[in-house]
């Protein structure tokens, strides 16, 4: 059995990496074997005759793509989907479009045939973690510069419970992010403007890739991430925290309810006691959401709707190019929209700075 692994291009965002760290797990069976492409609206020709298309699907990467075309021309169609309400996989995307929902939240459990619950995909890692006896206790977080991460409430978190201590935040600039590079600014002065006396606040913007991120991660004494975000979708931050084996703080957001199904969020579980107690929990999610267990599951499904895989194989033929939604918009509109973007992301945003930097935060913080 052959299938083929369909991401968007290289991309510094969540979703191009979730959707790496999916493929990878998925590599490692032995009970198929799986090829890897990218795609985008340029560059969209996928070859024909595979048992089976797993598609990284997500509105935001892939809104060009014609999701409703697939099933007519491809063999058996799957789609991951990463971003998920509280046990409603289908917000962002058709639940009519795949034959099957691979759904990366361990927690979604709803009675459909098309849907599967996974865990996350975590990869092993071969790097030498760093160790961290940090003199000074080092809080850690990180993400993309987008509403609701909450880096002002780790901020406000270390003051409350440290007379002394050193706040890590790295903020990159995505190229998904409208205006990151101005917002991530904004984020690290309200950051560094909240630190009370003997908290220092360092702010960097580096994109790393995954071992940096990981080795980041565990120089920390704790990583911290407080959300306050109202959307579907499961933090990936934590992904990389976790492979790190380090102690972990979260807060009740709805965004990691995999998480608090292992361990207390913040406030009722403090950085201090986070520290001393959740490695334990730390360590029992990277068990069970190993590559291992990942893999067995999507053979699992594999299994179940063997007869599906057989009734949907189309031979190989020519080649499939992906049709565009709305072709004629695309085709006259996506290149120059491409192009001149991010000039018109950052004439709107820079409109927004126009007023009280009081009201920005409230608004967009």
């Given at each position: 059995m052959k299938g083929l692994f369909i991401n968007n291009k290289k991309a510094k965002d969540s979703i191009y990496e979730s959707g790496l760290m999916t493929y990878n797990c998925l590599a490692l069976s032995v009970k198929y074997s799986l090829d890897y492409q990218e795609i985008d609206i340029d560059d969209r020709t996928v070859p024909t005759g595979y048992d089976f298309y797993f598609f990284n699907y997500h509105p935001l990467t892939l809104q060009w793509l014609d999701a409703?075309?697939?099933?007519?021309?491809?063999?058996?169609?799957i789609s991951m989907v990463l971003e998920v309400a509280p046990n409603d996989p289908f917000v962002y995307c058709s639940p009519r479009d795949f034959d099957l929902y691979c759904v990366l939240d361990p927690t979604v459990s709803i009675s459909n045939k098309k849907v599967y619950a996974f865990p996350r995909p975590l990869?092993?890692?071969?790097?030498?973690?760093?160790t961290a006896n940090n003199p000074i206790?080092?809080?850690?977080?990180?993400?993309?510069?987008?509403?609701?991460?909450?880096?002002?409430?780790?901020?406000?978190?270390?003051?409350?419970?440290?007379?002394e201590a050193i706040v890590k935040i790295n903020i990159p600039h995505g190229d998904f992010v409208p205006g990151s590079k101005e917002y991530a600014d904004f984020l690290a002065k309200v950051c560094r403007e909240r630190a009370k006396e003997g908290i220092r606040v360092e702010?960097?913007?580096?994109?790393?890739?995954?071992?940096?991120l990981i080795k980041w991660c565990a120089a920390n004494t704790l990583n911290c991430f407080l959300y306050d975000r109202n959307m579907p979708g499961l933090a990936a931050t934590t992904d990389q925290a976790i492979v790190a084996q380090r102690p972990l703080a979260v807060s009740s957001n709805d965004t990691f309810r995999h998480i608090t199904a292992y361990l207390k969020p913040y406030p009722e579980c403090g950085l201090k006691t986070s520290i001393d107690g959740s490695l334990p929990a730390v360590l029992q999610m990277l068990n069970d959401w190993s590559p291992e267990n990942f893999t067995k599951k999507f053979e699992q499904m594999l299994e179940e709707n063997s007869q599906l895989l057989r009734q949907r194989y189309k031979p190989a033929k020519a080649p499939f190019v992906i049709p565009l939604k709305n072709k004629s918009i695309f085709d006259t509109v996506g290149k120059r929209y491409k192009k001149y973007k991010r000039k018109f992301q950052n004439l709107k945003l820079s409109s927004l700075f126009k007023h009280d930097d009081s009201k920005y935060g409230k608004e967009i913080i």
């Amino acid at each position: 059995m052959k299938g083929l692994f369909i991401n968007n291009k290289k991309a510094k965002d969540s979703i191009y990496e979730s959707g790496l760290m999916t493929y990878n797990c998925l590599a490692l069976s032995v009970k198929y074997s799986l090829d890897y492409q990218e795609i985008d609206i340029d560059d969209r020709t996928v070859p024909t005759g595979y048992d089976f298309y797993f598609f990284n699907y997500h509105p935001l990467t892939l809104q060009w793509l014609d999701a409703s075309a697939l099933k007519k021309n491809l063999s058996l169609c799957i789609s991951m989907v990463l971003e998920v309400a509280p046990n409603d996989p289908f917000v962002y995307c058709s639940p009519r479009d795949f034959d099957l929902y691979c759904v990366l939240d361990p927690t979604v459990s709803i009675s459909n045939k098309k849907v599967y619950a996974f865990p996350r995909p975590l990869e092993k890692t071969i790097i030498d973690l760093p160790t961290a006896n940090n003199p000074i206790p080092v809080i850690g977080t990180f993400g993309f510069a987008t509403k609701g991460k909450g880096f002002q409430h780790v901020v406000d978190a270390v003051n409350a419970e440290f007379d002394e201590a050193i706040v890590k935040i790295n903020i990159p600039h995505g190229d998904f992010v409208p205006g990151s590079k101005e917002y991530a600014d904004f984020l690290a002065k309200v950051c560094r403007e909240r630190a009370k006396e003997g908290i220092r606040v360092e702010v960097t913007h580096d994109f790393m890739d995954k071992e940096d991120l990981i080795k980041w991660c565990a120089a920390n004494t704790l990583n911290c991430f407080l959300y306050d975000r109202n959307m579907p979708g499961l933090a990936a931050t934590t992904d990389q925290a976790i492979v790190a084996q380090r102690p972990l703080a979260v807060s009740s957001n709805d965004t990691f309810r995999h998480i608090t199904a292992y361990l207390k969020p913040y406030p009722e579980c403090g950085l201090k006691t986070s520290i001393d107690g959740s490695l334990p929990a730390v360590l029992q999610m990277l068990n069970d959401w190993s590559p291992e267990n990942f893999t067995k599951k999507f053979e699992q499904m594999l299994e179940e709707n063997s007869q599906l895989l057989r009734q949907r194989y189309k031979p190989a033929k020519a080649p499939f190019v992906i049709p565009l939604k709305n072709k004629s918009i695309f085709d006259t509109v996506g290149k120059r929209y491409k192009k001149y973007k991010r000039k018109f992301q950052n004439l709107k945003l820079s409109s927004l700075f126009k007023h009280d930097d009081s009201k920005y935060g409230k608004e967009i913080i």
